[in-house]
């Protein structure tokens, strides 16, 4: 399994913006499909965004899409979602997985994901 680490999380104003990062500890991301999927309190995790492994293919929730972007830089092994236009139903935990040889087919199934980081809170309040 690869680990993950997570970062950029924080408290933001409504309408504020946050870029969440992914970085393995020790291996190439290039080769996996990046999930962000989000959680609250008693609630499953939910599928946020995705990016294949292969052509770049990105999949969103609708209740992000035109406000969070999804992106990867292979030279820094690093996968970033831009969240822009954020409201307090964005609060939650940000958790990104790794899903080897992936195109994003399976998303937003989290079991499919094989390695998760720790999350990373986000919270949306005036």
Known sequence: QVQLVESGGGLVQPGGSLTLSCAP??????????????????????????????????????????RFTISRDNEKNTVYLQMNSLKPEDTAVYYCAADLWGNCSTWPQASEFESWGQGTQVTVSS
Not at 30 to 37: P, R
Not at 46 to 57: A, K, L
Request: hydrophobic share 25%; aromatic share 14%; with cysteine.
């Open 25 to 66: 500890a020790r291996w190439t991301l290039g080769y996996y499909a990046v999930g962000w999927f989000s959680q609250v309190p008693g609630k499953e995790r939910e599928g946020v965004s995705c990016i294949s492994s292969t052509d770049g293919t990105t999949r969103y929730d609708d209740s992000v899409k035109d």
